[in-house]
């Protein structure tokens, strides 16, 4: 047997998000086969501290930190690895831990999902499993991600950018735009958050304010879109980098008016959201849902994983891209692992699969040229 490779999981994070990481990081490490990979757990404090050791894990649900090694990654490809940090004489100091083969950053949200540190890690030269710094940041910005599929053909429902400096000092001008452009019902999101966090759906100009003042706690720039009528939530797993695979779709039945955080996690029992799998659609519209997501992952560059989210009218049959995550909830009940379990891909092979498309990827990427240095003379 070769030498296993290192695979650094990272969780926690900067992120509202931060303990949905936990819980995903939680099976993604149970579930690596040992025979394969060393697991090396790395929280990251909701603060930002990046933090080694068996139990880095627990110690960051309890936020409690005795024990743990602080480490870092540095953005230097020359000196590759997992570096301890040391204080010495008042001085920071730093020693090699171990080498890294590849990460994989279980995170959600902010500084995790959002292409920040997919660029920390190309700049170190590291292989890590996900989409790049593009995909991973066209993804997160709700209103990027339209734009792009606007610019591909691909239907979204009609929206509004906005940003919260202007909401904030010019708002009878920011109402008036969004009334003229779009109909009531509306969503109001921050652009870049998971999680349904910060999101509101407005019946009217009253609730519009609300939702505005709301999503502003959260980003710098707002998105304001036209509801769906009596929208159905489709999913799609997609799978791979340069040739993906699209899995069978889901359907989210939601407990409440919409999938907000509480349906997604807070909810239980009876009161939990239902997820429909395979999704009760004909065969035609699953057929177009699953061609849809793949043009939606090729339109941002995608590589590795992500899940595609769609509306479905119940009133009209219009079928509208929502949202893709680059990173989604990743426990053995989260939707994207059941809808590949649903296509015959079980969660211990999909996480196999994962890292060798990372490590395809990295080596691609190492084939294109760095260093041009220009003619003498």
Not at 3 to 17: A, M, P, T
Not at 173 to 179: K, L, P, T
């Amino acid at each position: 047997m070769g030498e296993r490779l290192q695979v650094i999981v990272l969780f926690g994070g900067r992120s509202g998000e931060h303990d949905v990481s936990l819980e995903s990081a939680r099976s993604v490490m149970a579930a690596l086969d040992p025979s394969r990979f060393e697991v090396v757990p790395v929280g990251i404090t909701r603060e930002g501290a990046w933090l080694a050791g068996e139990g880095a894990l627990e110690a960051l649900k309890r936020e409690r930190f005795e024990g743990l090694t602080p480490v870092t990654i540095l953005p230097d490809p020359t000196r590759r690895g997992l570096w301890q940090l040391e204080a010495e004489d008042g001085a920071a100091k730093l020693a090699l831990l171990r080498r890294v083969d590849v990460v994989f950053p279980v995170l959600h949200g902010t500084f995790g999902e959002d292409g920040t540190l997919q660029g920390l890690l190309e700049m170190a030269g590291v292989a890590y499993v996900g989409c790049g710094v593009l995909a991973s940041a066209l993804a997160m910005d709700k209103i990027a991600f339209k734009d792009t599929c606007k610019a591909h053909g691909l239907p979204v429902a009609d929206y509004v950018a906005v940003t919260r400096r202007r909401w904030e000092r010019m708002p009878e001008e920011v109402i008036a735009e969004v009334e003229a452009k779009l109909r009531y019902p509306l969503f109001v999101k921050p652009a870049n958050l998971g999680s349904s966090v910060g999101i509101s759906k407005c019946a009217d100009r009253e609730a519009l304010r609300v939702g505005l003042a709301e999503a502003a706690r959260y980003d710098r720039r707002l998105l304001v879109e036209e509801a769906v009528p009596q929208a159905r939530e489709i999913e799609v797993s997609v799978l791979g980098n340069e040739a993906p695979s699209a899995s069978v779709p889901g359907e989210i039945v939601p407990s409440r008016e919409f999938y907000d955080y509480a349906a997604k996690y807070l909810d239980d029992g009876e009161q939990a959201s239902k997820l429909l799998i395979p999704a009760p659609i004909s065969e035609a519209l699953t057929e177009r849902v699953r061609e849809m997501a793949l043009a939606a992952y090729r339109a941002i560059d995608g590589a590795g994983l992500a899940r595609v989210d769609f509306l479905l009218s119940r009133e009209t049959g219009e079928l509208y891209l929502n949202e893709i995550n680059t990173m989604p909830g990743f426990t053995k009940i989260s939707m994207y692992p059941k809808l590949w379990e649903a296509s015959g891909v079980s969660y211990d092979k999909l996480l196999g699969w994962l890292i060798d498309l990372a490590l395809d990827r990295h080596y691609e990427n190492g084939r294109s040229e760095r260093i041009v240095r220009a003619p003498i003379g």
